[in-house]
T-cell receptor
Framework: GAVVSQHPSWVICKSGTSVKIECRSL??????MFWYRQFPKQSLMLMAT?????????EQGVEKDKFLINHASLTLSTLTVTSAHPEDSSFYIC????????FGSGTRLTVV | GDSVTQMEGPVTLSEEAFLTINCTYT??????LFWYVQYPGEGLQLLLK?????DKGSNKGFEATYRKETTSFHLEKGSVQVSDSAVYFC????????????FGAGTTVTVRA
């Protein structure tokens, strides 16, 4: 079946540094990738939608300069959290639109 | 806009009990409806889906029927197991041609032996 591989599964970084999260579609081409953020015991909040070869579309209230999304190829989309702060600590999940929405396994980001 | 209202938890059950999680939606057009399951520390896994009215999605003993007249997609399982303990999310997409998924708040289910 369709698989989206998300890495890293967890990361701890210092305040002020940047972290890159990758999502790769392993056996299909992902034209559209969604990026979500999930706080503990809460639902998923859509951050942005990326389409291969074009700029991402951000949801209202999401800082696009802080959360940089790149979708340079049909098999790779990345989310870079720039100048991370403790309030950016969260669980980030990507999802390709194909095959009824295929989710990555998530990345637990902790900023210390 | 599109929205999903999901029964709040947590829900605690004994093994072999009947599980039902209510889900209702508001959407324009003809959305597709989904149930996802999330185990601790993991991403979401598609449990089942339905793309048009009266469709029944089923998987691993779980079922849900797309009811347009009541705008509902309730999840049911006749006999739960401890391994069914997880968070369940109801979601919809594409009601107005938009492929974004709208999620319910999630329901935590704990099944005790």
């Amino acid at each position: 079946g369709a698989v989206v591989s998300q890495h890293p599964s967890w990361v701890i970084c210092k305040s002020g540094t940047s972290v890159k999260i990758e999502c790769r579609s392993l056996d299909f081409q992902a034209t559209t990738m969604f990026w979500y953020r999930q706080f503990p015991k809460q639902s998923l909040m859509l951050m942005a939608t990326s389409n291969e070869g074009s700029k991402a579309t951000y949801e209202q209230g999401v800082e696009k300069d802080k959360f940089l999304i790149n979708h340079a190829s049909l098999t790779l989309s990345t989310l870079t959290v720039t100048s991370a702060h403790p309030e950016d600590s969260s669980f980030y999940i990507c999802s390709a639109r194909e095959y009824g929405y295929t989710f990555g396994s998530g990345t637990r980001l902790t900023v210390v | 806009g599109d929205s999903v209202t999901q029964m709040e938890g947590p829900v605690t059950l004994s093994e072999e009990a009947f599980l039902t999680i209510n889900c209702t939606y508001t959407a324009t057009g003809y959305p597709s409806l989904f149930w996802y399951v999330q185990y601790p520390g993991e991403g979401l896994q598609l449990l089942l889906k339905a793309t048009k009215a009266d469709d029944k999605g089923s998987n691993k003993g779980f079922e849900a029927t797309y009811r347009k007249e009541t705008t509902s997609f309730h999840l049911e399982k006749g006999s739960v197991q401890v391994s069914d303990s997880a968070v369940y999310f109801c979601a919809l997409s594409g009601g107005g041609g938009d492929y974004k998924l709208s999620f319910g708040a999630g329901t935590t289910v704990t099944v005790r032996a």
